[in-house]
């Protein structure tokens, strides 16, 4: 399995264009990537430099890079090491792991089988953990014990290896299957509300005894719809076709998400909960309920749209910080200042300088 599953997506192209270009993700994540490739003694700032990050940016706690340049950063080392899972495993896994983990489930019958074959396949490898299948009641519990002695780097790995197994089944039924819970074998980290992206804000357990994915029976009993010469095409167009951020359709934040950008890029000004209920055909209480529901807030998602724009346009380069705060929907430059200064932990232009 590929840790360039980590930004895979099954929405519409209106958000696909707006996530892959605009929405960002902590930088600790590019930190927690090229950690084997470090070890390793590989140049990692030219590596960033090709990927137009620059390496000062990974030295601020609150730095954050898009999710376009982390999905190409990986790439990167994934070609420079011939390891799938960039160094943070105990042994490589080969370049076309993935590939051929999807051809050995490409024709199971249901998702359940696929998972099945899936982790079979990767058990092959012994590499690092060990892949099963527990049942319990109505629930499967797809899960990853630590061998032992096994020397795991960091956290990116299993974050990696549970998205794309969870992306990868959601291709193969053509529809998103809900996680019932995640459940993680180590503590809570610093970004935890970025996992909120990550498993489409399922709910997620820190600090238990295996990580695991964890599902309805009856949502394995989907069918496999997905043929061979579709996995073919699938395979040939990563990761064009895994470049955005994981979101769910059918969830109100991406699409309120993508319209909030949308409105402030082309009326310079941020909507207000009321305007954004009316163009949701909802009430305010009944948005901010189901928000709510989703693990966010208006407040939450309108900060986000922002800092992703503002860092963007920052980077740029191209406009002036008044321009910029004014494209934004900032009553002054101070204004907007403060703001980036609490995003980022710099000024714009400190932030600017950063690319230097």
């Not at 960002?24 to 490739?37: H, K, P, S």
């Not at 998702?111 to 092959?124: H, K, P, R, V, Y």
């Not at 299957?177 to 074998?185: G, S, W």
Request: include cysteine; proline fraction near 4%.
């Amino acid at each position: 399995m590929n840790t360039m599953m980590l930004t895979m997506i099954f929405i519409d192209i209106k958000l696909h264009f707006y996530t892959m270009s605009s929405s960002t993700v902590a930088a600790v994540f590019v930190i927690n990537l090229l950690q084997g490739a470090k070890e390793r003694g590989y140049n990692l700032k030219q590596l960033l430099l090709d990927n137009d990050v620059s390496p000062h940016v990974l030295e601020q706690p609150k730095a954050r890079v898009t999710f376009l340049q982390l999905t190409q950063i990986g790439q990167a080392v994934i070609r420079l090491m011939d390891d799938e899972y960039c160094g943070l495993l105990d042994k490589p896994q080969r370049q076309n792991s993935y590939k051929m983990a999807c051809y050995a489930a490409i024709h199971a019958e249901d998702i359940g089988e696929a998972i099945t074959l899936m982790m079979e396949f990767s058990n092959l490898f012994e590499n690092s953990l060990q892949y099963s299948i527990v049942r319990e009641e109505q629930l499967t519990i797809c899960r990853l014990t630590r061998r032992p002695h096994s020397r795991i780097k960091n956290t990116y790995a299993i974050e990696s290896i549970l998205l794309t197994l969870h992306r990868t089944l959601c291709w193969f039924a053509n529809a998103r299957l809900p996680l019932l819970r995640v459940d993680l074998d180590y503590p809570a980290p610093a970004y935890q509300h970025e996992y909120r992206y990550l498993f489409y804000g399922s709910p997620v357990s820190f600090g238990q005894q295996y990580s695991a994915l964890i599902f309805s029976d009856s949502d394995l009993r989907l069918k496999n719809v997905r043929d061979s010469s579709e996995l073919k095409h699938f395979i040939s167009q990563s990761p064009i076709t895994l470049l955005s951020q994981t979101v769910d359709p059918a969830q109100l934040s991406p699409q309120l998400r993508a319209w909030l950008g949308r409105q402030i890029s082309e009326h310079q000004i941020a909507p207000s909960i009321e305007e954004a209920a009316e163009q949701f055909q909802l009430t305010p209480q009944t948005l901010r309920r189901h928000l709510k529901k989703e693990g966010a807030s208006y407040k939450l998602l309108k900060m986000e749209v922002r800092r992703d724009m503002a860092i963007k346009l920052v980077t740029d380069k191209e406009h002036s910080i008044e321009t910029i705060a004014i494209r934004l929907g900032f009553s002054e430059a101070p204004a907007f200042i403060r703001a980036f200064n609490g995003w980022t932990g710099l000024t714009p232009l400190a932030y600017q300088k950063l690319k230097l």
